[in-house]
């Protein structure tokens, strides 16, 4: 069974510029949320998505915006990219609402750089 | 304003020895605990978590305990092993409200052999 997928793994992109990444959560998994954690920090929550409707919103400016489809996938995106947007995006899936403290199952991640 | 924070940046141990990383938090609203593993290239891994209506988790050779007086949080590790090394990070979350994960800075233990 496959795991939280998240897509591309490896990006650089250039200031000002716009990018959408991917996430595919665990079969059967209808919370997603996306994280981004910076070079020698821990994560910090950006967006959780259940049932396609958003339920949570970190200190995050309005460049950042997500979305969920019917699948339960998800696309973060970023717009006007800026030099500190630089970092690993990590997608976590669980199973509902409730549970995702305690079944939080988290992708790969996305290494994003902007020069 | 970080709410929940790792001071201990690296810890080295000797394998079979016990590993004991730390974590504080600062949001008394703060109802449940975890500790995930993370190593290079891969995401975070669930490890173990606490309720705060306990003091004490234990799974395997890994145990939490919560001191929510001092709102302090530790995982200890027993007996460490090379293939514990990785990067822990403490996270924290009040289930009655946002539910979303508040993370440390992480802690890098590394098991010598």
């Known amino acids: 069974d496959a795991g939280v997928t998240q897509s591309p793994t490896h990006l650089i992109k250039t200031r000002g510029q716009h990018v959408t990444l991917r996430c595919s959560p665990i079969s059967g998994h ?10 020698g920090q821990g994560p910090q929550f950006i967006f959780q998505y259940y049932e396609k409707e958003e339920r949570g919103r970190g200190n995050f400016p309005d460049r950042f915006s997500a979305r969920q489809f019917p699948n339960y996938s998800s696309e973060l995106n970023v717009n006007a990219l800026l030099l500190g947007d630089s970092a690993l995006y990590l997608c976590a899936s669980s199973l509902n609402n409730r549970a995702m403290n305690t079944e939080a199952f988290f992708g790969q991640g996305t290494r994003l750089t902007v020069v | 304003d970080q ?3 790792q001071n201990s940046p690296s810890l080295s141990v000797q394998e079979g020895r016990i590993s004991i990383l730390n974590c504080d938090y600062t949001n008394s609203m703060f109802d449940y605990f975890l500790w995930y593993k993370k190593y290079p290239a891969e995401g975070p891994t669930f490890l ?10 234990e799974d395997g050779r890994f145990t939490v305990f919560l001191n929510k007086s001092a709102k302090h949080l530790s995982l200890h590790i027993v007996p460490s092993q090379p293939g514990d090394s990785a990067v822990y990070f403490c996270a924290a979350s009040d289930r009655t409200g946002a539910n979303n994960l508040f993370f440390g800075t992480g802690t890098r233990l590394t098991v010598i052999p």
């Open chain 1, 30 to 39: 209808k919370s997603v949320s996306w994280y981004q954690q910076v070079l």
């Open chain 2, 3 to 5: 709410q929940v924070k």
């Open chain 2, 48 to 57: 173990i978590s606490i309720s705060s209506i306990k003091d004490k988790n």
